[in-house]
């Protein structure tokens, strides 16, 4: 089963900018949708943003024109690059990769965004 590991996370005042990381253990080129979900104490876990096999790409409404997602299939590797960042980004994120027989997640890695 493919394995996925985050980082990039920590404290980060408001309106600043941050880089996350997936990295997978397998390739991941024209194989895997890969997306960037979050989940805050006591709240859902929710979608931020995702990238197709195909590279075509979605967002949350609440990050559209702040946060962009990558991917760089030689190094098996999904981004988010976060600017802007608000205090309700706050979370723990997680990065998830899906086929139809396959659902997997990293640990997650958390963002603070404070003052």
């Known amino acids: 089963q493919v394995q996925l590991v985050e980082s990039g996370g920590g404290l980060v005042q408001p309106g600043g900018s941050l880089r996350l990381s997936c990295t997978a253990s397998?390739?991941?080129?024209?194989?895997?949708?890969m997306g960037w979900f979050r989940q805050a104490p006591g709240k859902q876990r929710e979608l931020v943003a995702l990238?197709?096999?195909?590279?075509?790409?979605n967002y949350a409404d609440s990050v559209k024109g702040r946060f962009t997602i990558s991917r760089d299939n030689a190094k098996n590797t999904v981004y988010l690059q976060m600017n802007s960042l608000k205090p309700e980004d706050t979370a723990v994120y997680y990065c998830?990769?899906?086929?139809?027989?396959?659902?997997?997640w990293g640990q997650g890695t958390l963002v603070t965004v404070s003052s």
């Open positions: 998830n990769a899906r086929t139809i027989e396959t659902d997997a």
């Open positions: 397998e390739s991941i080129f024209g194989i895997y949708d």
């Open positions: 990238i197709t096999s195909g590279s075509s790409t």
